[in-house]
């Protein structure tokens, strides 16, 4: 005969094990065990550590129900269901559809809230706080991955996909919903109004002159669900139709059409893709070419037709002051010829504007030689 004692502290339990094989659950104190021929083990487990990750909690579940019901919270999740997992009252994980597990009895108290989830998607409100607000807590809560949190801001709304089906849109604020046996996924669009740069986009016109356009264009969306269900990405297909209306612009019009008409781009796109966008729930504000940039050898011809342009101008201007100041000259000989008094004027007005640049005047023969005879200058 063989006794063997063991002792089980108060914040443990022990497992006997008997030849591999499971007898009974040791409360608390000292236990004198016979082993004869046999071979007695056992196992002890700290209560503060609540859950009974061993071997034998299947077995334990399906042939000791008893045991478990006694020193055990068992937790068996369909696969419609998420268990809430609650220790002295706080919320510490989110447990997935089909778990199975044990958590000793004794010192923390573990409550398990069960909520099937086959029938909505949605976490309800009165659990949404508790979910979201996980940075104030001092424990981290597990499982938090099978929840997808959003939160939809004041200037927009949220596309709720299901399974790869919009289900419906979402209004600003918070929410939560589960991933478990469905995928979900939430879009966030901004209802505010929007700018797309079309940039970079090489288009030939139609007198074979390559240009470099870059577009921009303010739009929004008037009906979401209709954009989402009708179009994959909607902003993308926006800028395609940007690309083909700017191409339909240039690329039916020279190259001088378009310098003297700058504006007749902007018009031609916004009107070919309104037509495009009038059934996708999608509307264009407005649409502007920011710059068109020409080739290297393209700006250098027009310089120089610039350059030639402006010469004429100038040389035409210039022949008509000329023409316009002899015409002056002969209406003011008429005049003087017809008039001595205002050759006389003339003659002394033209005396004038001679003394003032020279800096010694001598006369000789008085003032009448001063108008009619020699005037020396020096």
């Known amino acids: 005969m063989k006794f063997k004692r063991v002792t089980v502290k108060k914040n443990e ?3 006997l094990l008997r030849n591999g094989d499971f007898e009974r659950v040791l409360k608390p104190g000292r236990h004198w065990l016979f082993s004869g021929f046999d071979r007695l083990k056992v196992q002890t487990f700290a209560l503060e550590q ?5 071997e034998l909690a299947d077995y334990l579940m399906a042939k000791e129900p008893e045991v478990v019901n006694q020193e055990f919270v068992r937790v068996d999740l369909s696969e419609t269901q998420v268990g809430l997992r609650y220790e002295n009252g706080l919320l510490v994980e989110i447990m997935a559809p089909s778990t199975r597990r044990l958590y000793w009895k004794g010192l923390v108290d573990v409550r398990v809230e069960v909520i099937d989830i086959s029938t909505s998607a949605e976490v309800p409100a009165a659990l949404l706080q508790r979910l979201t607000q996980t940075q104030l807590r001092q424990r981290p809560l597990a499982g938090l991955s099978g929840v997808l949190a959003v939160q939809v801001s004041e200037h927009g709304t949220g596309v709720l996909w299901i399974d790869g089906k919009v289900e419906r849109l979402l209004a600003p604020g918070n929410y939560a919903f589960w991933k478990f046996n469905r995928n979900v996924v939430v879009e966030l669009v901004d209802m505010r109004l929007q700018t797309l740069e079309v940039s970079g986009q090489e288009i030939l016109t139609r007198d074979k002159v390559a240009l470099r356009l870059n577009l921009a264009a303010n739009w929004r969306y008037i009906d979401v669900l209709k ?3 009708q179009l994959q990405k909607p902003a993308e297909h926006l800028y395609r139709e940007l690309q083909f209306g700017l191409r339909a612009a240039v690329g039916t019009r020279t190259l001088d059409e378009l310098l003297e008409n700058k504006g007749v781009i902007d018009e031609v796109v916004t009107t070919w893709v309104k037509g495009k966008l009038a059934s996708y729930g999608l509307a264009l504000d407005g649409v502007g070419v920011k710059d068109i940039v020409l080739p290297g050898e393209m700006k250098t011809i027009l310089a120089q ?3 030639a342009e402006k010469a004429a101008q100038a040389n035409v201007i210039r022949r ?10 002969l209406n003011t000989a008429k005049v003087m010829e017809d008039n001595p008094i205002a050759l006389r004027l003339k003659e002394l007005e033209t005396l004038e504007r001679v003394a003032e640049r020279i800096d010694k005047i ?6 009448d030689q001063v108008l009619n005879g020699l005037v020396k200058l020096r």
């Open 320 to 329: 008509r002051e000329e023409t316009a100041a002899s015409r002056s000259l």
């Open 227 to 229: 954009a989402f269900t």
């Open 305 to 307: 037709v610039v350059e």
């Open 362 to 367: 001598s006369v000789f023969g008085g003032l």
């Open 50 to 54: 609540t859950a009974f990750t061993h």
């Open 13 to 15: 339990r022990g497992l």
